[in-house]
């Protein structure tokens, strides 16, 4: 009898740690984070529960990182633009901030002022020539990188910085002839006003 009960207690223990150690081994598993997460797309939520960041593929079919105001933020200063409310981020127009790629993969940069216009972009063009745009609230004021042409390509490296609306401009140009390929500056101002916007 005595040995009936000792092989019972011994059963008993060892079904008591298989249960144990299965448990740990469970909650070891659950609490180390996962090696690979997918999905298509991320949300970064405030604490009112609105989306403040946004990783995924926009409506524009671009490849972004976005931001929006957080709503809990402070209010514009004194004799700032108050901040305007801003649709979906999944929405191009919508991105206060957003860093990606076009949907024809060209790295972008993008940044909007509190009244949702755009005011600085730097993208490259179809044939990875560098752009760098600035506006302000009523459109383009400064470009610097490559000058558009009537024949735009690979080759084209006339580059220009250039102040909207066509007031100055400082650059550079190439000319090829039978002897070769030369740079030649230009600084091109206008006297003539026009009206701010």
Same mark, same amino acid.
């Not at 709503?71 to 919508?94: C, E, K, R, T, Y």
């Given at each position: 009898?005595?040995?009936?009960?000792?092989?019972?207690?011994?059963?008993?223990?060892?079904?008591?740690?298989?249960?144990?150690?299965?448990?740990? /081994?469970?909650?070891?598993?659950?609490?180390?984070?996962?090696?690979?997460?997918?999905?298509?797309?991320?949300?970064?939520?405030?604490?009112? #529960?609105?989306?403040? /960041?946004?990783? #995924?593929?926009?409506?524009?079919?671009?490849?972004?990182?976005?931001?929006?105001?957080?709503?809990?933020?402070?209010?514009?200063?004194?004799?700032?633009?108050?901040?305007?409310?801003?649709?979906?981020?999944?929405?191009?127009?919508?991105?206060?901030?957003?860093?990606?790629?076009?949907?024809?993969?060209?790295?972008?940069? +993008?940044?909007?002022?509190?009244?949702?216009?755009?005011?600085?972009?730097?993208?490259?063009?179809?044939? /990875?020539?560098?752009?760098?745009?600035? =506006?302000?609230?009523?459109?383009?004021?400064?470009?610097?990188?490559?000058?558009?042409?009537?024949?735009?390509?690979?080759?084209?490296?006339?580059?220009?910085?250039?102040?909207?609306? =066509?007031?100055?401009?400082?650059?550079?140009?190439?000319?090829?002839? /039978?002897?070769?390929?030369?740079?030649?500056?230009?600084?091109?101002?206008? +006297?003539?006003?026009?009206?701010?916007?």
């Amino acid at each position: 009898m005595k040995q009936i009960v000792l092989i019972g207690a011994a059963l008993f223990a060892g079904f008591i740690g298989g249960v144990l150690g299965n448990r740990t /081994s469970y909650f070891n598993r659950q609490s180390r984070p996962a090696d690979l997460v997918r999905a298509h797309r991320f949300e970064l939520l405030n604490e009112d #529960g609105q989306p403040i /960041s946004y990783w #995924g593929v926009d409506k524009g079919n671009n490849v972004v990182l976005a931001f929006a105001r957080n709503a809990g933020a402070n209010q514009a200063p004194i004799g700032a633009v108050a901040a305007q409310p801003l649709g979906p981020l999944d929405d191009p127009d919508s991105q206060r901030f957003a860093i990606g790629l076009l949907g024809d993969d060209s790295p972008f940069l +993008k940044l909007r002022g509190p009244d949702g216009k755009l005011r600085a972009e730097l993208l490259l063009n179809l044939f /990875s020539k560098p752009i760098f745009l600035m =506006e302000d609230e009523t459109g383009p004021r400064v470009s610097l990188g490559i000058a558009g042409t009537d024949t735009p390509g690979v080759d084209v490296n006339d580059w220009d910085l250039d102040f909207h609306p =066509e007031r100055a401009s400082i650059g550079m140009f190439a000319r090829r002839d /039978s002897k070769g390929t030369y740079l030649q500056g230009f600084l091109d101002v206008h +006297k003539d006003r026009v009206k701010y916007p």
